[in-house]
T-cell receptor
C-alpha cells in the first residue's frame, strides 16, 4: 500500500492553463505539506495543513491555492501557469504538530510548462 | 543566512571509504533533525533521525548532532556506489516547520 500518493505523476501543459495535483495519505497523519523542488534540487516548503487548517503559507503567489477537504487529502490548484512553475512538486505528511517524527513523501508530480 | 546550509558538492569518495556530510542550521529552537537520501528522479527517503546531542548509529550510517554549534552531520562508512545520491539535511524548527538544506551530491567511485 502506498502511504502518500500523488496524482498525476507527470503533468505537461501550456502556459496560462489551470491545473490541479492531488495528494492522499493513508497513514492517519494530521499534518500535510506541499514542497516545490526546482532544477537545482532545493526542496522549498510551500504550504502546510494540520487537520484541514492552514498553518504555513510561505510567500507563495496566490495563483497557488491548496485545499484540504479532510485530513487525509491535500490538493494543490494552480491558476494561470507560468514557465517558472516548472518543477517537481512533492506532497508529504507527518504524524501531527506535537510529534517530532519525520515526514513521509509522495513520489512527486513533475510539472512541465510549455 | 540560509536556515539550513549544506555544501552542494559533488563530494567524491572512493568505494569503501568514509563519506562525511555536514549541515548547519540557524534556528536555535530546532529539536529534531533528519537526513534524507534522494536518488535522481525519485522522492526523498529517510535515512536517519536524531534528536539529542551525540552520535546515533544505524548500520553503516552515523548521525552526529551538536546543538551548541548548531551542527549535524552524517557519516557513511564503507561507501558503496549505490550510496551515490543527493543527501538532504532537514530540520524541524519553530512553528513545526520542516526546512531542508540544498543537499549534498555524493559520488562513490568504484
Amino acid at each position: 500500500d502506498t502511504a502518500v500518493s500523488q496524482t498525476p505523476k507527470y503533468l505537461v501543459t501550456q502556459m496560462g492553463n489551470d491545473k490541479s495535483i492531488k495528494c492522499e495519505q493513508n497513514l492517519g497523519h494530521d499534518t500535510m505539506y506541499w514542497y516545490k523542488q526546482d532544477s537545482k534540487k532545493f526542496l522549498k516548503i510551500m504550504f502546510s495543513y494540520n487537520n484541514k487548517e492552514l498553518i504555513i503559507n510561505e510567500t507563495v503567489p496566490n495563483r497557488f491555492s491548496p485545499k484540504s477537504p479532510d485530513k487525509a487529502h491535500l490538493n494543490l490548484h494552480i491558476n494561470s501557469l507560468e514557465l517558472g512553475d516548472s518543477a517537481v512538486y512533492f506532497c508529504a505528511s507527518r504524524m501531527n504538530l506535537n510529534s517530532n517524527q519525520p515526514q513521509h513523501f509522495g513520489d512527486g508530480t513533475r510539472l512541465s510548462i510549455l | 543566512q540560509k536556515e539550513v546550509e549544506q555544501n552542494s558538492g559533488p563530494l567524491s569518495v572512493p568505494e569503501g571509504a568514509i563519506a562525511s556530510l555536514n549541515c548547519t542550521y540557524s534556528d536555535r529552537v530546532s529539536q529534531s533533525f533528519f537526513w534524507y537520501r534522494q536518488y535522481s528522479g525519485k522522492s526523498p527517503e529517510l535515512i536517519m533521525s536524531i534528536y539529542s546531542n551525540g552520535d546515533k548509529e544505524d548500520g553503516r550510517f552515523t548521525a552526529q548532532l551538536n546543538k551548541a554549534s548548531q551542527y549535524v552531520s552524517l557519516l557513511i562508512r564503507d561507501s558503496q556506489p549505490s550510496d551515490s545520491a543527493t543527501y538532504l539535511c532537514a530540520v524541524l524548527g519553530g512553528y513545526q516547520k520542516v526546512t531542508f538544506g540544498t543537499g549534498t551530491k555524493l559520488q562513490v567511485i568504484p
